[in-house]
């Protein structure tokens, strides 16, 4: 363990110029997780700067980002072409990959986005159970393992405790996560508000349980080679300071985000016999950094070989060429059905696929999301394709966003929409991040009817919309929900989320669909060749709209009807389509959808939407719809009144 001490040196020094150069930033954690890092990076991680997107290595998650110039630390001393000095001298400015929290991008080193703290710890559990998939999919004779870093704070947020919990329950063996025990964060000492017993906490939930000195190379050592042979997921639990190094500023959360001081820094570099200039690294020391992964050179190059696999596995599983059959079958389809259930006719198509995995947070029965044939993953059967998450909405969230991080299968969950709140979190990292999970939400509206306003989602599915990077799709039957499936399985750049209902719904879209040209929206009934007006409705609420335009046809007003089922792909289209689309004679636009009306003013006046503004309320679906107008004969006098 010759030269660790002036290893771990560049980092912490690294660090501290960079911030102190950008005049913001976070040293700290970086000077206080400099040891381990380095233990980790010489002697265990698996990696290669010259093919960082190599499928088989290790994955490293910080997800305490605010420690972010650590990772940017070690991806220039390790050799990461994307990351090299210019890089960390212009740490958090425009245009540079070094930006103030770690942002995804798997070919400079950085495996996912972190900076809400907890995230990466649900991340990386799902990284860890995408990773035993793959491995026992693809029949490998090894598996990958994923480190994550946490302090304190990521420790507290709930969603922590969700991802531990499953991590535990799951067994996963490959998972070790590395806490930086500082007892500082922002507001001062942990003592404040913190008096968990961390390790009695992961004792309990089936994790191995290690503690170490942050500072002591023996002690990191020992406990990473007991951490790699754990037959569970493991912590290592290390006492650390946070600001190691400084004198006046270690252990006090005064190191923890701002630059230390020139004078500071002068005190810092005389302390830990540091004598090279701002951002100078010794050729030697560099040169034993840059030498980090020969350690495993010879399992890269034979597991390189295997590569192949994933790519052969890939093309027998493609998920898109079920959709033909999935598309034939759902033209022909006559009964009245649930969207909900509608979708799980899909997802029993979908899972022919093996890339194709999903689950629900303890609401199989409900939200339909099972498919015949799939089998449960868990921790006997790590190759399993349906995931019971538990009643965990927010870890199931971050969980998936590592799942499709690691970029192998294609990951959907399910919840009731109105506790898309309690993922939001995680679907906001996701669509930063164009990773691609799917959702869906079921019980999307007060058509839910009994269960009441905390189950009856209102403001959910403008709250999704308003999410850059994120498609929202809201069917109206099951043809309108197999192309909404084809839709989401096809975007490759944010999140999708399927909004479902629970009641029946009539078959309406089957001769009026384009089924093999999906805009989001499309003429779903017509009464004239040029209409007075246009109704525009989603979901549950389009053949609502047509017993409107029905009635309206017999006071002598025409209209076309638009069915909406994606706003998002029919924002994605032409002007000329969506005024075409939407125009009529007398250019009045209606638009009928059970929640709030917020999203629809760019489309209409206020007072031509139909759609409720406040919570719902608890009886039955009728009489909710009714108690808000939502029926044909309100909503058409209405609308009489406005044109006539
Ligand atoms: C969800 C979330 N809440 C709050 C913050 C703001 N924040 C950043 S770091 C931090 C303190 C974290 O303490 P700790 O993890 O112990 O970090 P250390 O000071 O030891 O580096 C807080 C509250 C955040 N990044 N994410
Ligand atoms: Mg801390």
Not at 250 to 261: F, I
Not at 349 to 357: D, N, T
Not at 545 to 550: D, G, K, L, T, Y
Request: aromatic share 10%; glycine share 6%.
């Amino acid at each position: 363990m010759k030269n660790y001490r002036e290893l771990a040196n560049c980092i912490r020094f690294l660090s501290i110029d960079a911030v102190e150069k950008a005049k913001s930033g976070h040293p700290g954690m970086p000077m206080g997780m400099a040891d381990i890092a380095t233990v980790l990076f010489r002697d265990f991680i698996k990696f290669n700067p010259k093919d960082p997107e190599w499928q088989f290595r290790d994955r490293f998650v910080l997800s305490n980002g605010h420690g972010s110039m650590l990772l940017y630390s070690i991806l220039y001393l390790t050799g990461y072409k994307k990351i090299n000095l210019n890089q960390i001298k212009n740490f958090r400015q425009f245009g540079f990959k070094t930006a103030g929290h770690p942002e995804f991008e798997p070919e400079a080193g950085i495996e996912i986005t972190t900076g809400p703290l907890g995230q990466g710890i649900a991340n990386a559990v799902g990284m860890a159970i995408s990773l035993k998939n793959m491995s026992s999919k693809l029949k490998l004779k090894f598996c990958p393992k994923v480190y994550v870093f946490c302090g304190d704070g990521c420790l507290q947020e709930g969603i922590s405790q969700e991802a531990i919990s499953f991590a535990g329950h799951l067994n996963l063996n490959n998972l070790i996560l590395i806490y930086d025990n500082n007892q500082i964060s922002i507001d001062g000492s942990t003592d404040l508000s913190f008096s968990d017993n961390t390790n009695k906490r992961f004792e309990s939930v089936n994790w191995e349980v290690i503690s170490g000195q942050g500072h002591n190379y023996t002690s990191i050592k020992s406990s990473f080679n007991k951490a790699i042979k754990s037959k569970k997921p493991c912590l290592i639990n290390f006492k650390t300071i946070i600001g190691y190094g400084s004198p006046s500023k270690a252990a006090s959360a005064s190191s923890h985000g701002s630059p230390l001081g020139t004078e500071e820094i002068v005190k810092t570099r005389k302390k830990l016999n540091w004598n090279h200039s701002n951002f100078e690294i010794p050729p030697k020391l560099l040169k034993i950094w840059r030498s980090s992964h020969n350690k495993n050179i010879s399992f890269y190059k034979s597991s390189k070989k295997q590569e192949l696999k994933i790519k052969v596995f890939k093309s027998k599983n493609n998920i898109k060429k079920l959709f033909p059959k999935i598309k034939q079958e759902a033209k022909n389809f006559t009964s009245d059905q649930a969207t909900r259930k509608s979708s799980q006719m899909i997802i029993n198509y979908l899972s022919e696929s093996e890339l194709v995995i999903g689950g629900s947070a303890d609401l199989t029965g409900s939200n339909l999301t099972k498919g015949n044939s799939m089998k449960i993953l868990d921790k006997n059967n790590m190759e399993g394709q349906y995931i019971h998450f538990g009643v965990r909405e927010h870890g199931m969230a971050g969980i998936m966003n590592g799942i499709s991080a690691i970029n192998f299968s294609r990951v959907f969950s399910g919840t009731f929409l109105s506790f898309a709140d309690y993922m939001k979190p995680s679907i906001r990292l996701a669509a930063l991040m164009k990773l691609n999970p799917i959702m869906v939400f079921t019980h999307d509206s007060i058509g839910l009817g009994e269960d009441g306003p905390t189950h009856q989602p209102i403001e959910q599915i403008n709250m999704l919309r308003s999410i850059p990077n994120s498609n929202v799709f809201r069917p109206a039957d099951l043809l309108e929900t197999a192309l909404c499936w084809e839709a989401a399985i096809s975007i490759n750049d944010g999140p999708s989320f399927l909004c479902l209902s629970r009641q029946n719904l009539p078959q309406i879209s089957n001769k009026k669909i384009p089924i093999n040209n999906f805009k989001g929206a499309y003429i779903i009934e017509q009464n004239a060749i040029k209409n007075n007006i246009t109704i525009v409705a989603t979901g549950s609420e389009v053949s609502l709209a047509i017993e409107v335009s029905q009635k309206l046809k017999e006071k002598g007003i025409s209209s076309k009807v638009v069915s909406m089922p994606s706003t998002s792909i029919f924002e994605k289209q032409s002007n000329a389509f969506k005024n075409n689309l939407l125009k009529s004679s007398n250019k009045e636009i209606f638009v009928i959808e059970a929640g709030s009306t917020m999203y629809w003013n760019k489309l209409t006046n206020p007072e031509n939407i139909f759609g409720i503004d406040e919570f719902g309320l608890s009886a039955p679906a009728s009489q909710v719809y009714n108690y808000f107008g939502l029926n044909a004969k309100k909503i058409s006098t209405k609308i009489l009144k406005k044109v006539e």
